[in-house]
């Protein structure tokens, strides 16, 4: 914000790139209240057909000196630009896989070399290779504190194979669950992070073996309970449920894996008295209903907030005071703020 500051005082504009279309409204919101609202332009593709039209010429007749956005953001039509920022650079989502394929990152590059302007790549954990060309240059800036002199929150490490040894087969481990507990009841809230959307992350016959796969892709499909739908994360094919198996005609039909929805499941059977809400894909499917998720989860002060990446996306939360990350196949991470 520093930076774009001299830059409009300079005037001349600024174009912010984010990761994720859910962390916007976070960002617009801090952006307005120090530049004010009608110097700032939202571009990203959850907007309708004319509101992107509206932006669109907001930026074209100078009215918007910022744009904030996701990746197509870089495309805006700005006039006298004067820095490109790109925050959590390492992120993937700067890459389109749909036509035109580009990658956000290296047009960013390219228009700051045009226009002979700063480009500032921000990540704590940045890509390899940003990471080695910034090493040939004297252009990284490392941030050695964090703000306002905060200590960095404890990590913890459980093995949830020590957990099934000892007779623990729930998708908590005991250490997490009384953290979970403390929590509730304390007041404070919990965001548990899990990679994968859906009930179970695939369905197979116990009698023959059998696994059910999407038809185009040849990767076993993910159960989504709610719809009793089998669905493939990759292309969109959806089948009904098996109730028998295609190959043997045997009903020894099992789920294995867990996703956001199963855990949700777990966690409000364990904990009745929590209120909670889950953030992912089959969830966000609505306009706005990232930002509504994340207002509600702040204003309503709810207990748990379930989640794929989307929630472990840079969100401040004041009243959050655990996190449960699954990091591997059989160990989770937990910090305690």
Not at 25 to 47: C, D, N, T, W, Y
Request: charged share 25%; hydrophobic share 35%.
């Amino acid at each position: 914000m520093q930076l774009i500051g001299k830059v409009l005082k300079k005037n001349r504009t600024a174009i912010v790139l984010v990761p994720e279309i859910s962390l916007t409204p976070q960002m617009v919101e801090r952006f307005i209240s120090r530049f004010g609202e009608e110097k700032i332009a939202l571009l990203h593709s959850k907007l309708s057909i004319g509101e992107r039209y509206d932006e669109w010429k907001r930026i074209e007749k100078k009215e918007a000196k910022i744009v904030i956005g996701a990746r197509s953001a870089i495309f805006a039509p700005m006039k006298d630009l004067g820095i490109i920022i790109i925050d959590e650079e390492h992120d993937s989502s700067y890459k389109s896989d749909m036509t035109p394929k580009y990658n956000a990152k290296e047009i960013a590059l390219y228009l700051a070399k045009q226009s002979n302007i700063p480009l500032v790549l921000g990540s704590a954990t940045p890509s390899i290779s940003s990471y080695y060309e910034i090493q040939q240059t004297d252009g990284l800036i490392t941030l050695s504190k964090r703000a306002n002199n905060s200590k960095l929150p404890n990590v913890e490490i459980v093995d949830m194979k020590k957990e099934l040894a000892i007779g623990n087969r729930s998708m908590l481990s005991i250490r997490l669950d009384e953290m979970i507990q403390k929590n509730i009841e304390d007041k404070k809230q919990t965001i548990l992070f899990l990679n994968r959307r859906g009930y179970s992350t695939f369905v197979m016959c116990r009698d023959c073996g059998y696994t059910a796969t999407c038809n185009k892709c040849n990767i076993t499909l993910t159960y989504h309970m709610k719809e009793n739908k089998l669905k493939c994360h990759y292309c969109g094919y959806e089948r009904q449920n098996l109730t028998k198996c295609p190959e043997c005609n045997g009903s020894n039909i099992r789920y294995f894996g867990a996703g956001t929805q199963k855990l949700e499941s777990e966690i409000n059977k364990r904990f009745p008295q929590a209120s909670t809400i889950r953030m992912d894909i089959d969830t966000v499917s609505r306009k706005n209903s990232y930002q509504d998720i994340l207002n509600k989860f702040k204003d309503e002060n709810i207990d748990i907030l379930i989640g794929t990446q989307m929630v472990v996306k840079g969100h401040h939360f004041p009243n959050v005071t655990l996190v449960r990350s699954y990091c591997s196949r059989q160990q989770y991470v937990y910090v305690r703020f």
